[in-house]
């Protein structure tokens, strides 16, 4: 079976940039979440989507980022303007629901750079 | 205080030895918990899941739950070079997610 699919693996853009993420979450999943790992704060969820509506953007840093999953199978995550401070591993993951009692399954996540 | 803590590491065993990771949680509500393994540069794979108090086991790997306590752990027994990773606890929270740790890195040495 496929699993979480990300796109881009690795992403290096110019600061000010706008930059986008991607996310096919395993068929048949009802809710998915976006983080993002860094050395200092660890794993950090950023959103998390049930049944392609959004739950909780509580841990979405800033208005510079945005997430949508117009359907069941794609999600993006956005980022406009990029910052360095941005640069860090990105995942999405999903699971069945109810999503606090399943668990989860990660893409290989995309490591984002911004020079 | 931190929703989910585990000490950092690195927890460093000999080689056939036992591991013995920690984790402690706040919210007493929780009823779900995970145990991930994350290699380095890799995504977080999750290992374990454990639901009731008592142990789990499932291979190398025994999984403790004691909700009175308010801890988990993961044993790890004949511990194997290739088990050296960075190990996530995570607890289910109010809101229906999940709450990660920042992880116990784990380096098991020939």
């Known amino acids: 079976d496929a699993g979480v699919i990300q796109s881009p693996r690795h992403e290096v853009t110019e600061m000010g940039q706008e930059v986008t993420l991607r996310c096919k979450p395993i068929?048949?999943?009802?809710?998915l979440f976006w983080y993002r790992q860094t050395m200092m704060r660890g794993l950090e969820l950023l959103i998390y989507?049930?049944?392609?509506?959004?739950?909780?953007d509580s841990g979405m840093p800033e208005d510079r980022f945005s997430a949508k999953m117009p359907n069941a199978s794609f999600s993006t995550l956005k980022i406009q303007p990029s910052e360095p401070r941005d640069s860090a591993v990105y995942f999405c993951?999903?699971?069945?629901?109810?999503?606090?009692?399943?668990?989860?399954?990660f893409g290989d996540g995309t490591r984002l750079s911004i020079l | 205080q931190k929703e989910v803590e585990q000490n950092s590491g690195p927890l460093s065993v000999p080689e056939g030895a036992i591991a013995s990771l920690n984790c402690t949680y706040s919210?007493?509500?929780?009823?779900?918990f995970f145990w991930y393994r994350q290699y380095s540069g890799k995504s977080p794979e999750l290992i374990m899941s454990?639901?009731?108090?008592g142990d789990k086991e499932d291979g190398r790997f025994t999984a403790q739950l004691n909700k009175a306590s308010q801890y988990v752990s993961l044993l790890i027994r004949d511990s194997q070079p290739s088990d050296s990773a960075t190990y996530l606890c995570?607890?289910?929270?109010?809101?229906?997610?999940?709450?990660f740790g920042g992880g116990t890195r784990l380096m098991v040495k020939p």
């Open positions: 919210d007493r509500g929780s009823q779900s």
């Open positions: 068929s048949g999943h009802n809710s």
């Open positions: 993951a999903s699971s069945l629901s109810p999503a606090g009692h399943q668990p989860q399954h």
């Open positions: 989507f049930n049944n392609n509506v959004p739950i909780d």
């Open positions: 454990i639901y009731s108090n």
């Open positions: 995570a607890v289910n929270n109010a809101g229906n997610m999940l709450t």
